[in-house]
């Protein structure tokens, strides 16, 4: 099989990822596979439609765990074809929550701030009565205005730091001192774009001080920033961040896009101690924080393997095709 996929392959690796009779876990398994052929084909100029609806007909199924990552992915991967989609699922009112949150972060990650429809949207929904939903758009508009104001003054708009791959939502600020960033982190009277880059640049610094300045701030009263908090460690993979992540894990209460971001995070770190928490909630009552510690385990399965790649869909493809 060559190593773009033809439309037969993404149509069954598709199949796959609406097929509610298999593991989540190897679902998510699908999604990325899915994720990385979009990301190989545009290397090639070839057509890329074709993932972004395999990846979209996800949207239909109950776990708003999987859609919030099909959302996360379209954003992502770069595509401006998902932005119809997109924009329809943070106006969903219907929607999860958090669903409608990663919706709206993905499309101020696509940085189409020339794009009325999207400009339209965000600056809708950022008047959503839902915190996190309402808060993530404003950040999101503020990245489409930093990016304008880069692009007319003919700046670059892209991160220098190559060890985090993703296009995050808000650019970090200019190295600093750590207290000086942990001081703008938590520092509430700040708009939440400024403590996102602060927030950022910390983790590019990335030792053992700026985890532990990162992990302060579980004590924002943004949901929404406590949840970036948790995703930002799990890019750090830091054991120094265990007993912050299991500490808000445990907190029943606390709002289940923290916790389900502190379970990823668990087993992206992937020691025998993130186990034995991840394991304990498994049959949490919160249906995405019992599924983030399934999907946390078989990521710390991968960590911990000598598998290539977490993206194994093809070759799942080529098993079932042999």
Excluded at 35 to 63: G, M, N, P, W, Y
Excluded at 240 to 246: F, T
Excluded at 257 to 273: N, P, Q
């Amino acid at each position: 099989m060559s190593s773009i996929a033809n439309e037969t392959t993404i149509e069954k690796l598709s199949s796959m990822l609406v097929d509610t009779s298999l593991p989540l876990k190897l679902r998510f398994r699908i999604l990325f596979t899915l994720k990385s052929l979009d990301s190989q084909s545009q290397q090639q100029s070839e057509k890329t439609s074709h993932v972004v609806d395999a990846i979209s007909r996800a949207f239909a199924d109950t776990s708003a765990l999987l859609k919030h990552e099909c959302a996360y992915c379209l954003g992502q991967m770069g595509n401006k074809y998902a932005i119809e989609k997109l924009i329809h699922v943070l106006n969903d009112s219907n929607e999860d929550s958090m669903v409608r949150h990663e919706a709206g972060e993905a499309l101020g990650a696509l940085g189409c701030f020339d794009n009325q429809n999207v400009i339209d949207a965000l600056t809708k929904q950022s008047q959503n009565s839902r915190a996190e939903i309402a808060e993530t758009c404003q950040i999101a508009l503020d990245r489409l205005a930093w990016l304008r104001k880069s692009a007319s003054n003919g700046t670059s708009s892209t991160s220098t730091d190559k060890s985090f791959p993703t296009i995050d939502p808000a650019p970090p600020l200019a190295p600093t001192t750590i207290d000086e960033l942990k001081e703008i982190l938590l520092d509430e009277k700040r708009s939440l774009f400024e403590r996102y880059r602060a927030m950022f640049a910390l983790r590019n610094i990335g030792t053992d001080e700026a985890v532990l300045a990162i992990c302060e701030g579980f004590r924002a009263s943004s949901a929404l920033f406590r949840h970036e908090i948790a995703f930002v460690l799990g890019q750090l993979q830091s054991v120094c961040s265990i007993p912050a992540l299991h500490q808000q894990l445990s907190i029943l209460d606390e709002n289940y896009m923290v916790r389900h971001e502190c379970a990823e995070t668990l087993g992206s770190i992937g020691t025998d101690e993130c186990r034995r928490i991840l394991e304990s909630y498994l049959k949490d009552e919160e249906r995405v924080v019992r599924e983030s510690c399934e999907v946390a385990l078989d990521i710390s399965d991968y960590v911990n393997s000598t598998d290539f790649q977490y993206c194994n869909g093809l070759k799942l493809v080529e098993s079932e095709c042999c």
